[in-house]
T-cell receptor, first 115, second 113 residues
């Protein structure tokens, strides 16, 4: 697609439920990043995928968070047993990391509210 | 570890003024620096990307400069408009850890009509 696409744009869930957030990166971008932005805060790195390499999961805040990237394209971020502190905007970004200037492009984000 | 700082955290100016936003970083071994704009409730929009070998980049009323040795970048906005009101973030990409981006916490700009 023309840009990074994220869905859903808004998700309201009850505490304890699982949620899945989806990211469709720009076609041809091998690198995909997930960030979290809590209200009024900066960007918090969560996880990074590069091609077929093992992902960098160093930013995941707990084992309730996981992500996968199928076929080197679409990625899904899963949060199990959601807590109120998980409420935030989850941003996905992609980049063409090889043979390019490495510009980073973001999606519009998925706003998660845990009641 | 790289640290990126943006000062001021907030800025309010009257329409028509030229203004400068600042971004500083502690480790000069960067690959590139990127400026973004974020509107409330939205994602980040890329404004300008400066490679480490470049001194500046221009797009319309925006001009970004980079002084790698001193660890500084500025974003100059000419003839500001109310539509420029947003949060502006800078991010650096490391030379030796290409996959990592380090973000500043942003400058929230308000341009008053």
């Amino acid at each position: 697609g023309a840009g990074v696409s994220q869905s859903p744009s808004n998700k309201v869930t009850e505490k304890g439920k699982d949620v899945e957030l989806r990211c469709d990166p720009i076609s041809g971008h091998t690198a995909l990043y997930w960030y979290r932005q809590s209200l009024g805060q900066g960007l918090e790195f969560l996880i990074y995928f590069q091609g077929n390499s093992a992902p960098d999961k160093s930013g995941l805040p707990s084992d309730r968070f996981s992500a996968e990237r199928t076929g080197g394209s679409v990625s899904t971020l899963t949060i199990q047993r959601t807590q109120q502190e998980d409420s935030a905007v989850y941003l996905c970004a992609s980049s063409r990391n090889t043979g390019s200037h490495g510009e980073l492009f973001f999606g519009e984000g998925s706003r998660l509210t845990v009641l | 570890k790289q640290e990126v700082t943006q000062i001021p955290a907030a800025l309010s100016v009257p329409e028509g003024e030229n203004l400068v936003l600042n971004c500083s970083f502690t480790d000069s071994a960067i690959y590139n620096l990127q400026w973004f704009r974020q509107d409330p409730g939205k994602g980040l929009t890329s404004l300008l990307l400066i490679q480490s070998s470049q001194r500046e980049q221009t797009s319309g009323r925006l001009n970004a400069s980079l002084d790698k040795s001193s660890g500084r970048s500025t974003l100059y906005i000419a003839a500001s408009q109310p539509g420029d009101s947003a949060t502006y973030l800078c991010a650096v990409r490391q030379e030796y850890n290409f996959n990592k981006f380090y973000f500043g916490s942003g400058t929230k700009l308000n341009v008053k009509p």
